[in-house]
């Protein structure tokens, strides 16, 4: 069974603050991991994506991956109300040729100014 | 056009209706997904092309869904005798490689009477 899952949320934090989702997944096999935003009304967007165990940074966001627990994490430093969306992780299974990309049911955030 | 085009952006039928929604990919881009989104979930995965075929299928519900991509480009995701349970923003994505980076359409919200 493919699954990923998220706390649901929502997750409320001050502005300037840092907040952080975080996401498991049930395939031990599976190699890409993303974090999409979705603001209310709108289509998914990507903004992370991680391969390799440890931190990835890319302005004020990080991701966080760690195989061994199938465990996947995204801070957001200096959170701006403008970040107030669903973060969606996503993971790719790959196999017989497909990569098939699961969503999480995603994170509410709210960044309270 | 620039991003991915998906139309119609809204469909109101009657259950029991055939419907058709239609999605044109970023030029160049050979993978192309489809998902569908109820409110307050994650996408979820239906089909996955690469170039004209179906790579993956598994996650179309039942024989009542189907898709084609005849060219490599423009798809088509047909329902056949819709019900109300089908209703949803159906999501198309295209990536240049499959590898799981999607960029994706602004969605056709699917209303079943």
């Known amino acids: 069974q493919k699954e990923v899952e998220q706390n649901s949320g929502p997750l409320s934090v001050p502005e300037g603050a840092i907040a952080s989702l975080n996401c498991t997944y049930s395939?031990?096999?599976?190699?890409?991991f993303f974090w999409y935003r979705q603001y209310s009304g709108k289509s998914p967007e990507l903004i992370m994506s991680?391969?390799?165990?440890g931190d990835k940074e890319d302005g004020r966001f990080t991701a966080q991956l760690n195989k061994a627990s199938q465990y996947v994490s995204l801070l957001i430093r200096d959170s701006q109300p403008s970040d107030s969306a669903t973060y969606l992780c996503?993971?790719?299974?790959?196999?017989?040729?497909?990569?098939?990309?699961?969503f999480g049911k995603g994170t509410k955030l709210s960044v309270i100014p | 056009g620039a991003g991915v085009s998906q139309t119609p952006s809204n469909k109101v039928t009657e259950k029991g209706k055939y419907v058709e929604l239609r999605c044109d990919p970023i030029?160049?881009?050979?993978?192309l997904y489809w998902y569908r989104q109820s409110l307050g979930q994650g996408p979820e995965f239906l089909i996955y092309?690469?170039?004209?075929?179906?790579?993956?299928d598994s996650g179309l519900p039942n024989d009542r869904f189907f898709a084609v991509r005849p060219e490599g480009s423009v798809s088509t995701l047909k329902i056949q005798r819709t019900e109300r349970g089908d209703s949803a923003v159906y999501l198309c994505?295209?990536?240049?490689?499959?590898?799981?980076?999607?960029?994706f359409g602004e969605g056709s919200r699917l209303t079943v009477l």
């Open positions: 994505a295209s990536s240049p490689s499959g590898t799981g980076e999607l960029f």
């Open positions: 395939d031990r096999g599976s190699q890409s």
């Open positions: 991680i391969y390799s165990n």
């Open positions: 996503a993971v790719v299974y790959s196999g017989a040729g497909s990569y098939q990309l699961t």
């Open positions: 030029s160049g881009h050979t993978a």
């Open positions: 092309f690469q170039g004209t075929g179906a790579a993956d």
